[in-house]
């Protein structure tokens, strides 16, 4: 059982930035593909970004590319969002997520069914 513990979530201006970590608690971590995810008040849970389990491949929704970064640290079993320029719009508990069999080392996965562990979520809020 794959334990993912988010952090960094917060209330911030348009603007800013914030900077989400996502601990795993298994050592296995460096094999898993990762994801984050975000649901806003009302709406679907939407896909943010993903990173390959060898880091070298990512991909982004559309809206965030050039905004946020995703990116690994396998030897602190961490992955992390990086957010800048944030908007109201960005407002949404985010999620991370683990798919634990990627047979591929640059593959990456934007489908949420595609994903095997979730976090409990962190709230990020952006004012106007």
């Known amino acids: 059982q794959v334990q993912l513990v988010e952090s960094g979530g917060g209330l911030v201006q348009a603007g800013g930035s914030l900077r989400l970590p996502c601990v795993a608690s298994e050592r296995t971590f460096s094999s898993y593909a990762m994801g984050w995810f975000r649901q806003a008040p009302g709406k679907e849970r939407e896909f943010v970004a993903a990173?390959?389990?060898?880091?070298?491949?990512?991909y982004y929704l559309d809206s965030v590319k050039g905004r946020f970064t995703i990116s690994r640290d396998n030897a602190k079993n961490t992955v992390y969002l990086q957010m800048n320029s944030l908007k109201p719009e960005d407002t949404a508990v985010y999620y991370c997520?683990?798919?634990?069999?990627?047979?591929?080392?640059?593959?990456?996965?934007?489908?949420?069914?595609?994903?095997?562990?979730w976090g409990q979520g962190t709230q990020v809020t952006v004012s106007s």
């Open positions: 990173i390959s389990r060898s880091g070298g491949n990512t």
């Open positions: 997520a683990a798919k634990t069999h990627s047979f591929l080392a640059g593959s990456v996965f934007s489908d949420q069914l595609d994903y095997d562990y």
